[in-house]
């Protein structure tokens, strides 16, 4: 089949099987019937993301390469930011972000061993964890219910001076209270850093400006796993306007080295081997000079590739479950008598990832949840709950030290006993969104 022709015919020849393969045997629709499983969340493709993973792997690049490059620019262009780096996952996206403080870079605004940075308990755990294994103190502060973000009246209590940072999460899509943490964070001469993971697409309104979330505090995070508003199977990003900042991101993802120059080009500085750098010999190889003990958080072609298809259907995406989120929240407006609906944060407009739902004093999360989950309705706690509790925290809580609370967590802790969500994906349909307030009006009988 492929003997008569060239390498560009034969692989549009491969490309176009392909477009066939996807549109006969992937992506078949079939009417939703009561009963049918319903994921909180799922992939959104079709032959367009398959034939660019194809296309990628006939290269046989497999590292970052040109399907990265452009991954790269799309996203900055879209958040409307000048510097974006892809990454392997969104828990590397946020290592990267804290780890870029700690560079000896920024000299005396450079986290420390035994610095605080102010967060959450109620969140993801790769959130904190960068912190706690690099040597700084997490201080957890409450958060707001129906928002489920941080309690921003508790941040002046929760300030020292060992203060460097705050790092917390945009909860299920709904942005924080982004104005407050702002000037609280320029106030102290503070680093914020937003985890957008879930909330890719929201937006905030500050300063009279719409901006999207992820681009307002110093450095943002992505992360593209199946279930968040774009996929690329694992993979992450990076965003800030920092050219500093950007250079540290890029050095700590890229085995901590101090070049520059992407893989596979040399001497883009036209200085390789006549720089002096710490003690090393006058002109060593600078491909081979660390200003940082970094590590190697690259992204593959193939999975850039599927990213980029992606991109171009993010706003129908970010659209679609802003629509489902509104019709899902219509439909169980009438049992406000029993359980607390979700609502988003002043001057925001979100992007929802999940619909969060908290159980009032009488009625059961287990009873609902596990209704829900016989009749086919995909579950989800709010991650960790009360992160503190677990078992990765034993020690520190017997030791009594690695970790500072202020204030109480009554709120973080209702959130563990007493919530749970349910996905509102661009996959669901309006019979899907019925179906699930159908069975919660059943369940809270």
């Not at 917390?168 to 320029?186: E, Q, Y």
């Not at 850039?304 to 706003?315: E, F, Y």
């Not at 001057?347 to 059961?364: A, L, N, R, Y």
């Amino acid at each position: 089949m492929l003997e008569n022709k060239t390498e560009i015919e034969a692989r549009k020849y491969i490309l176009k099987l392909v477009e066939e393969y996807c549109n006969k045997f992937h992506n078949q629709k079939k009417d939703f019937k009561d009963g049918d499983r319903i994921p909180y969340a799922s992939r959104i493709y079709d032959s367009e993301e398959m034939v660019n993973l194809v296309d990628s792997s006939l290269e046989f690049w497999l590292t970052s390469g040109r399907y990265t490059d452009e991954f790269e620019k799309e996203l900055a262009a879209y958040l409307g930011v000048k510097y974006c780096s892809a990454v392997n996952s969104g828990s590397s996206a946020n290592l990267l972000a804290f780890m870029s403080l700690t560079s000896p870079l920024l000299g005396k605004r450079a986290v420390k061993r035994g610095d605080e940075v102010i967060t959450v308990a109620a969140g993801f755990p790769t959130t904190v964890t960068p912190y706690i294994q690099f040597g700084a103190v997490p201080v957890f502060v409450d958060i707001t219910i129906p928002q489920y973000n941080i309690d921003v009246r508790m941040l002046e209590k929760a300030l020292s001076d060992k203060t460097k940072a705050v790092m917390i999460a945009h909860t299920l899509g709904n942005p924080f209270d982004l104005k407050t943490v702002v000037d609280f964070c320029k106030k102290h001469d503070l680093w914020l850093i937003e985890d957008n993971c879930d909330a890719l697409g929201s937006k905030y309104t500050i300063d009279g400006k719409e901006c999207f979330t992820g681009t307002i505090g110093d450095i943002g995070t992505s992360s593209f796993y199946p279930p968040h508003h774009m996929t690329m199977g694992e993979g992450g990003a990076v965003y800030t306007n920092n050219p500093l900042l950007n250079k540290i991101v890029r050095s700590f993802r890229d085995w901590g080295r101090d070049c520059s120059c992407p893989s596979g080009v040399d001497n883009l500085c036209k200085h390789r081997f006549d720089g002096q750098y710490g003690e090393l010999p006058k002109g060593y190889d600078h491909k081979y000079v660390y200003s940082h003990f970094g590590y190697n958080l690259k992204i593959t072609d193939m999975q850039a590739a599927v990213g980029c298809a992606q991109l171009k259907k993010l706003p129908s995406f970010v659209e679609k479950r802003k629509y489902n989120f509104r019709l899902l929240k219509e439909k169980l407006s009438d049992l406000q008598d029993k359980i607390i609906l979700p609502e988003e944060c002043s001057g925001s407009d979100p992007s929802w990832f999940g619909f969060m739902i908290t159980c009032k004093e009488g009625v059961s999360r287990n009873v609902v949840v596990n209704y829900l989950e016989k009749n086919g309705i995909q579950t989800r706690n709010l991650f960790a709950g009360n992160l503190i509790k677990h078992p990765c925290f034993d020690e520190m809580r017997r030791c009594g030290e690695g970790y500072r609370v202020v204030g109480g967590l009554e709120n973080t802790d209702k959130v563990m006993n007493d919530s749970f969500w349910i996905g509102v994906y661009p996959g669901m349909t309006g019979a899907k969104i019925s179906y699930m307030a159908k069975k919660i009006h059943e369940a809270l009988r």
